[in-house]
Nanobody
């Protein structure tokens, strides 16, 4: 069983920054940050392989978001810079605990709101 505890959402003006954190309680092989805006489908914004460190970013966040992990703390971070109103969404972290490149545990979600 893996528990994920998220923190770091909030309200920020366009151009500002936020950092999301997600702490995992068990062994994981990868983590991702998904986001879902009102009326839109959920999308994978960024992901990271836990041991190799390989990362993925959706095109709309490349160059602005950085995903990283602290293996000792079993925590993943999403540094979000140059935020835009279209980044407004509920952000949820997800973990792969089976090394199958799929996510089987989910965090509770945290709201990120970017104002104009």
């Amino acid at each position: 069983q893996v528990q994920l505890v998220e923190s770091g959402g909030g309200l920020v003006q366009a151009g500002g920054s936020l950092r999301l954190s997600c702490a995992a309680s068990g062994r994981i092989y990868g983590m991702g940050w998904f986001r879902q805006a009102p009326g839109k489908e959920r999308e994978l914004a960024a992901s990271i392989d836990w041991y190799g460190g390989n990362t993925y970013y959706i095109d709309s966040v490349k160059g602005r978001f950085t995903i990283s992990r602290d293996n000792a703390k079993n925590t993943v971070y999403l540094q979000m810079n140059s935020l835009k109103p279209e980044d407004t969404a509920v952000y949820s972290c997800a973990a792969d605990s089976r090394n199958r490149a799929t996510y089987n545990y989910w965090g509770q979600g945290t709201q990120v709101t970017v104002s104009t």
